[in-house]
C-alpha cells in the first residue's frame, strides 16, 4: 500500500482562486511526482483530472450552496459532507493512477483492490495530518 | 473571429485540460516501452474503425478512377493473352503477335433487327480502321464497318450477312459461323466436316484464318449438333452477352494491308 499524501495540495486549495492556475498547478505537482517516482504519467493524468473536476466534486459533496465556501474547512460544512468531499477526490486519484499505470482491463480485480486499499489508507493519513495542523484549540 | 476568441475562453479549462492530457499520452508513449506499445496498439484500432467509413465514403467517388485503371490492365492482360496464343503456334522461333487491342465503349447497341450495328466511342482519331475485329470481355463481338473521327460502327456477329472463321476447338476443325437472325445468344457453325467427332458442349473458337481475329478467341460453346450426312449445322451459344455489352476491344492487325494484297 501507498498512500498518496501529495494529494492534500489538491484537496486543501482555495476554491475561490482561478481554476485555470489551479489545472496548471494540479499538472506540475502530477509531474514532479512521476519524474520522482519513475512513473509514466499515471500522477500527471489524475491530479490534472481531479483539479479539472473539482468544482463538480465540490457542488456534489458540499452541496448546492458550495460557492459560499472558500476552503474545505470554512465553518458551515458538515463534517459528512466534508468526508464524502476527501474520499471522493483520494478516490478518483486512486482510480487513475492505477488504471493508468496498469492499462489493460486484465487487470481490472487488481486496480480495484489497489484502488480501495490505497485509498482507505491514504484518507486515514489525510484526515491524521489535517488534524495534526488543525488550528482549532 | 471575436466568437472563436469568445469560445476559447469559455472553455479554457476544458482546452488545458485536453492539452494536459494529450501532452501525458506523449509523455508515458515515450517513457514507458509497456504503454507505448498499448497506445500504439489503440491507435491502430482507432485508425482502422475511423477509416473503414471514411474509405467506404471516398472509394464511391473513386469509382471512375478505379474503373478506367482496370480497363487498362485488361487491355493488358487480354493482349498478353493473344500474345502466348500466337507465341504458342511458333514453337521454333519467337514470333511477335501482330494484333494489338484498343479499348473502346460501346454507345449504342441494336439487337431488334436481323443486321445489327454496334456504334463505339472510339474512331480514325483512336486509330480505328475498318475491317478490325472486335472482341468483347469474353468473346468476339464483331467487325468494323465504318469509321468516323470520333466513332466506329461495328457489324454485330448477330449481323445477317456477316461469316466469320470459326473452328472446333478440340479437333481445331474449321467451319463458317453466322447469325439466322432469330435468337441474340445463339449463332450457327456450318461446313464443318462429318468425319470429326463432335460433343455438345464443346468450344468454338475463331479460326485465325482472317485478318480479323486471331486463332483462339472464344465465341461459344455447341448446345445443339445436325447433321447432313456430309457437314455439320451447330448451334452455339454465344459466351458474350451481346445484349449488354459495354466495354470492347477493337484488334489492330499490323500484317492487314500486306496480306490483302495477295488476294489481288
Not at chain 1, 43 to 54: E, P, Q
Not at chain 1, 86 to 108: C, E, G
Not at chain 2, 91 to 118: A, C, M, W, Y
Amino acid at each position: 500500500m501507498n498512500p498518496s499524501i501529495y494529494i492534500l495540495v489538491l484537496i486543501i486549495h482555495r476554491y475561490d482562486l482561478d481554476q485555470f492556475n489551479f489545472i496548471i498547478s494540479g499538472f506540475f505537482l502530477g509531474f514532479i511526482m512521476d519524474i520522482l517516482s519513475q512513473s509514466a504519467g499515471s500522477h500527471s493524468l489524475s491530479c490534472v483530472t481531479v483539479s479539472f473536476l473539482r468544482p463538480l466534486i465540490t457542488k456534489f459533496s458540499l452541496g448546492s450552496n458550495y460557492e459560499d465556501f472558500s476552503t474545505p474547512f470554512s465553518s458551515g460544512i458538515l463534517i459528512s459532507n466534508r468526508i464524502l468531499y476527501y474520499f471522493i477526490i483520494i478516490l478518483l486519484h486512486q482510480i487513475i493512477v492505477n488504471s493508468f499505470s496498469y492499462f489493460n482491463w486484465i487487470h481490472t480485480f487488481v486496480i480495484l483492490k489497489l484502488t480501495i486499499l490505497n485509498s482507505i489508507f491514504t484518507f486515514i493519513v489525510i484526515i491524521s495530518i489535517l488534524n495534526l495542523f488543525s488550528n482549532k484549540e | 473571429m471575436q466568437w472563436l476568441l469568445g469560445f476559447l475562453l469559455r472553455y479554457k479549462n476544458l482546452f488545458l485540460y485536453l492539452f494536459f492530457v494529450i501532452s501525458i499520452i506523449f509523455f508515458s508513449y515515450y517513457q514507458s516501452e509497456y504503454h507505448k506499445s498499448k497506445i500504439f496498439k489503440a491507435s491502430i484500432f482507432i485508425n482502422g474503425k475511423t477509416s473503414e467509413p471514411l474509405k467506404k465514403l471516398t472509394s464511391y467517388f473513386k469509382l471512375k478512377k478505379i474503373n478506367t485503371r482496370l480497363l487498362e490492365e485488361n487491355l493488358y492482360l487480354k493482349s498478353l493473352i493473344i500474345e502466348k496464343k500466337y507465341k504458342s503456334n511458333f514453337k521454333d522461333e519467337i514470333k511477335e503477335t501482330p494484333f494489338s487491342l484498343i479499348q473502346g465503349q460501346v454507345v449504342k447497341n441494336d439487337i431488334s433487327s436481323s443486321r445489327n450495328i454496334i456504334i463505339i466511342n472510339r474512331g480514325s482519331s483512336d486509330m480505328i480502321e475498318s475491317e478490325m475485329g472486335v472482341i468483347g470481355s469474353i468473346g468476339i463481338v464483331g467487325i468494323v464497318n465504318q469509321t468516323t473521327e470520333k466513332f466506329s460502327s461495328v457489324l454485330s456477329i448477330l449481323h445477317k450477312d456477316i461469316k466469320i472463321n470459326a473452328k472446333h476447338k478440340k479437333t481445331n476443325a474449321f467451319g463458317s459461323l453466322f447469325w439466322e437472325g432469330n435468337d441474340p445468344d445463339k449463332v450457327k457453325l456450318s461446313d464443318i466436316s462429318i468425319i470429326n467427332k463432335i460433343d455438345i458442349g464443346d468450344t468454338i473458337v475463331t479460326g485465325g484464318m482472317s485478318t480479323y481475329f486471331p486463332e483462339g478467341i472464344p465465341i461459344g460453346k455447341v448446345i445443339k449438333v445436325e447433321n447432313d450426312e456430309r457437314y455439320y449445322l451447330l448451334d452455339v451459344l454465344l459466351f458474350n452477352n451481346m445484349t449488354n455489352l459495354d466495354n470492347v476491344y477493337f484488334l489492330k492487325n499490323k500484317n492487314k494491308s500486306e496480306i490483302k494484297s495477295l488476294y489481288r
